[in-house]
């Protein structure tokens, strides 16, 4: 299934492990907090332009232009903007960090940074990412690396908050959210109830539902529904019709259906078929 709420990287060029994308969000989430994910690797964005938030965890983070926000390994996070977000997003993979002598997983970095030098030393290593598209060279790679590495120093030299723990009840009830987030997703054909995911995860469905609602912003019900959005989403952009996904994605009238998609991803389906056509 595709929209995976936990990414799992792939670092398609061995001697630069590294993730990078400039990416714009407008109205991004105009409906509400969408569902956060997460990922083992440390995640780097720096706004260039518009202004935005973002959500680590249960904390919103300003992010202005030249703000630099630090995703922290294992971290819920997502980005909202009610205009417009330009950012650098870069993901560096952690066995290159943990090879340069960076333990990332036991570390944690403060999150939200206004820093010229962090931010002149993420501008660098954007611009040899880039250079990527132009250039050859057997020299190249380790150009980037070096930039990279540069980048990471600074962060390690000025802005460690601290070791990650594993053992307090923050982390604990994260986990507990995520296992939740992970079971819903792996079960998206059946029927699920609250009695059900509150059995399979352990605890009561008043304390998990509690739980939920703080650390994504959404009730489980609503959850459901989105990640079913999202993969009737991506049924309907491959071709599939409107009633056909609606039974496929588990929705109990075509009506229903409709409002859901409408709420959740701000068209209609059948506006998302048209989109389709002119692509």
Known sequence: MANSIYETHIMREELLPFIYHKHTARNFNRNGIGLPNWHENIELLLCVDGK???????????????????????????????????????????????????????????????DTEVTERFTAAVESLELRNNETGFWLPSYIRSFVLQLMVSLCKKYVAGSANNSDLRTISCERVKKVML??????????????????????????????????????????????CKEAQEMLLNGARVSETATACGFESLSYFSRTFKKHMGILPSECLKTNKKD
């Open 183 to 228: 079971y819903i997703h792996d079960n998206l054909s059946k029927q699920l109830t609250l009695d059900e995911i509150a059995e399979h995860i352990g605890i009561s469905k008043y304390h998990l539902s509690r739980e939920f609602k703080d650390w994504t912003g959404k009730t489980i019900f609503d959850s459901i529904n989105i990640l079913k």
């Open 52 to 114: 935005g938030k973002v959500k680590c965890d249960t904390k919103f983070y300003d992010f202005d232009i030249g703000d630099v926000v630090v995703v922290n390994s294992n971290t819920l996070h997502t980005i909202i903007s009610e205009t417009y977000v330009i950012y650098h997003c870069l993901i560096i993979d952690r066995s290159f960090l943990e090879e340069n002598g960076i333990p990332i997983n036991s570390l944690r970095f403060t999150e939200h940074i206004k």
